[in-house]
């Protein structure tokens, strides 16, 4: 049976999924005066974030159900996450040009992901 936390869990990360891939895509697709106001965007971490949108989605969607890969999905974003922060950290690190509101919201993501996956894994392992 699937807990109210997890359903709640479950229907903020599809919230969220669906929140990422419209603010990504309208980022890349929304023309030159999206792109002005977005600033110094990195191609790469833009893209990452706009395509795993659609992960949150269906794990969100796994987690709500209880689903048998909810915890793989989230640990995977998880670890996906971090490894693209760490390459923004490395754009950064050697100069290029970088919003901070890009460094706070890889933050949040992490973050977010972080703790449903640190969640999932408890529960699994309370079994």
Request: contains cysteine.
């Amino acid at each position: 049976m699937t807990s109210i936390v997890q359903r709640s869990l479950g229907a903020a990360a599809v919230g969220f999924g669906i929140l990422t891939v419209i603010s990504g895509f309208s980022v890349l697709f929304g023309g030159a005066g999206v792109a002005a106001l977005a600033g110094d965007v990195v191609t790469g971490v833009l893209w990452f974030n706009a395509l795993s949108g659609f992960a949150y989605v269906l794990a969100g969607v796994c987690i709500y159900r209880d689903g048998p890969f909810a915890r793989r999905l989230a640990i995977g974003l998880a670890v996906a996450l971090a490894l693209a922060f760490g390459a923004l950290g490395w754009h950064i690190l050697q100069g290029g040009a970088y919003e901070a509101r890009t460094v706070a919201a890889m933050t949040v993501r992490l973050g977010f992901w972080a703790a449903i996956a640190t969640y999932l894994h408890r529960q699994y392992r309370r079994g």
